[in-house]
């Protein structure tokens, strides 16, 4: 029977198998500046940010057997990190060195089974047909050489969940903490991922878990979709 610790070393092993030799983010001054903008936003511990995990992802994977999950952009890990405790094996990976400091930080004073790296989605190898889930939360840049990337990397069965800002955000009076967000609309998603069979593809009005309009509430889009088998 292996120990707790036994366990965790061999689903770590199972991680660094999918790690990057080393680090390539960031070398355009573009990426430049959002590493420094979310680095200083992370730095500060900014208090809109959010620390509690998505509700969306908690109902979604509520009943679900926990694998290897691929958050990106993971931001300060809320989501990976409620994954681990539930069981999942994760690997987040976001531009801003300080998230990834805090994650891993957090990850290893827990003993989760968590490995954070700073990678964009553009640079990180992703490999082919490894993961249960992959995790797109409020990332806003999504684009369709990643998003085909990002399919090929599901095993089959697998999913991907995003929410993000709808594209109605453009007349919404919001003003997020790093500007004013982009949204997708239905149709744009469902292109960007149109190798996957889609379960949920959903406009709301909900309170979402970064910045609001004055009512409380962003119009927001929910997508889950699968691998087909
Ligand atoms: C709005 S935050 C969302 C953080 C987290 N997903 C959450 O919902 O709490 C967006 C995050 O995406 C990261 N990010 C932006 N562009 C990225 C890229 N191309 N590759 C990886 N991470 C990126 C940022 O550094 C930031 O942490």
Not at 130 to 148: C, E, G, K, P, V
Request: charged share 20%; proline share 5%; net charge positive.
């Amino acid at each position: 029977m292996h120990t707790e610790s036994e366990s965790l070393l061999t689903r770590r092993g199972l991680l660094s198998a999918l790690l990057p030799a080393a680090c390539c983010v960031c070398q355009t001054a573009a990426g430049q500046s959002a590493v420094e903008r979310w680095d200083s936003v992370y730095r500060q511990r900014h208090p809109r940010l959010p620390v509690q995990p998505s509700q969306f992802l908690v109902q979604s994977i509520d009943g679900i057997k926990p694998g290897l999950a691929l958050d990106v952009g993971m931001g300060q890990g809320r989501n990976a990190l409620y994954l681990a405790r539930a069981g999942w094996t994760v690997v987040g990976i976001d531009i801003s060195a300080e998230a990834v400091r805090q994650v891993n930080d957090r990850a290893q004073r827990e003993r989760l089974s968590v490995r954070a790296l700073q990678q964009s989605l553009q640079d990180y190898a992703l490999p082919a047909a490894s993961f249960d889930l992959i995790l797109l939360m409020y990332l806003h840049n999504l684009q369709r050489a990643d998003t085909q990337r990002l399919q090929r990397a599901l095993r089959p069965g697998g999913r991907v969940l995003l929410e993000a800002y709808h594209v109605d955000v453009a007349h919404a009076d919001i003003s997020a903490i790093t500007g004013v967000p982009r949204g997708y609309s239905e149709q744009e998603i469902k292109a960007l991922f149109d190798g996957l069979t889609v379960q949920v593809c959903q406009r709301v009005d909900a309170r979402s878990d970064w910045s609001n309009g004055p009512q409380g509430t962003a119009p927001l889009l929910r997508f889950t979709a699968a691998r087909p088998r």
